[in-house]
């Protein structure tokens, strides 16, 4: 008897079993030509050659909506081996506004204006600049872009990347390893990660690099191809560091690069080298920069008329 086996890598057995192998027992109950036994991670199906591969085709396309809506009911497993087609099969639509959907069907969509403005900006240029204070979601729609490329296989890979400057604090005393002392620079990424990526697929993904997060001084003498690439904290940049970010994108890649031009950390003597790039690169075709303002604002209520208070005592 011929076998075909399927490893669901990157993807909780639970969401494609389901809870006591309900999904698993709707494949067994409309495939009774194909004996299908699972042992952790693996699925190995023992049968003729046609419904196997049948079969095999059905649990791919049940594999790519778990990967692309972070879900799929029984109800949907069940349409699905019934239908010939898979794009028949009702999923939750891809409204203006989504962006992606994240870990247990959670919706990440745009939801401002500007936020709007600058998904459009991604989609129609290679290289944007998201400038705004803190809360306008700068950091988490540009993680949600990146992600949302990977989904649908635009891109084979997501770097992000952020300046290890202090704000104000002093982490070189920390104990620890170089990543341990390194890792609370970039928590804002992990965290935006874990609300867009299940906890296996995030932990697939990082340990076989397919998302790479680290400082911006590890970036030098690459070439970014084929990937999503995000700068953030790009304020804390020197004009020598956002130069060589910007010009380690390869063929096939994209770049986001975010910055709040109001909390520069960097030493009284430096300046920051995105200023230099917004004025000397803003004519250029394929860079788009979207500026948010304290409108976009999506964290506390308050922290709307904080931004307003330190604005109005900046002009003074």
Aim: cysteine-free.
């Amino acid at each position: 008897m011929n076998e075909t086996t399927i490893h669901l890598e990157g993807i909780n057995p639970v969401d494609f079993f389901g809870i006591n192998n309900s999904k698993l027992e709707i494949l067994k109950r409309n495939f009774p030509e194909v004996k299908i036994n699972a042992r952790g991670s693996a699925i190995k199906l023992l049968g003729n050659q046609k419904d196997r591969e049948l079969l095999e085709e059905k649990i791919y396309q049940i594999i790519s909506m778990i990967e692309k809506y972070g879900k799929v009911s029984e109800r949907t497993v069940e349409s699905l081996v019934n239908t010939e087609e898979a794009n028949e099969i009702s999923m939750p639509e891809m409204t203006e506004d989504v962006i992606v959907y994240g870990a247990n069907g959670h919706v990440v969509k745009s939801r401002t204006e500007n936020q709007k403005r600058l998904v459009a900006a991604a989609d129609k240029n290679d290289v944007v600049f998201a400038i705004g204070p803190a809360g306008t979601g700068k950091t988490y729609t540009a993680v949600a872009l990146a992600v949302r490329a990977l989904k649908n296989k635009w891109v084979k890979k997501i770097v992000l990347t952020r300046p290890a400057v202090e704000a104000g604090e002093n982490l070189g005393f920390l104990p620890g390893d170089l990543k341990e002392k390194i890792d609370p620079y970039l928590r804002p990424l992990y965290d935006a990660l874990d609300d867009m990526i299940p906890a296996d697929k995030l932990q697939y993904y990082m340990t076989n690099r397919v998302i790479e997060i680290a400082p911006l001084a590890f970036m030098r003498g690459r070439t970014l191809d084929n990937a999503f690439i995000i700068l953030d904290e790009a304020q804390n940049t020197t004009d020598l560091q956002l130069k060589m970010l910007l010009t380690r994108i390869g063929p096939n890649a994209k770049a986001i690069i975010t910055g709040d031009m109001t909390q520069v950390d960097l030493p009284k003597h430096q300046r920051s080298g995105l200023y230099k790039a917004l004025d000397i690169l803003k004519e250029i075709e394929g860079i788009g920069i979207i500026r948010l303002n304290e409108s976009d604002v999506v964290r506390h209520r308050l922290v709307k008329h904080i931004i307003k208070a330190y604005d109005a005592d900046d002009e003074k």
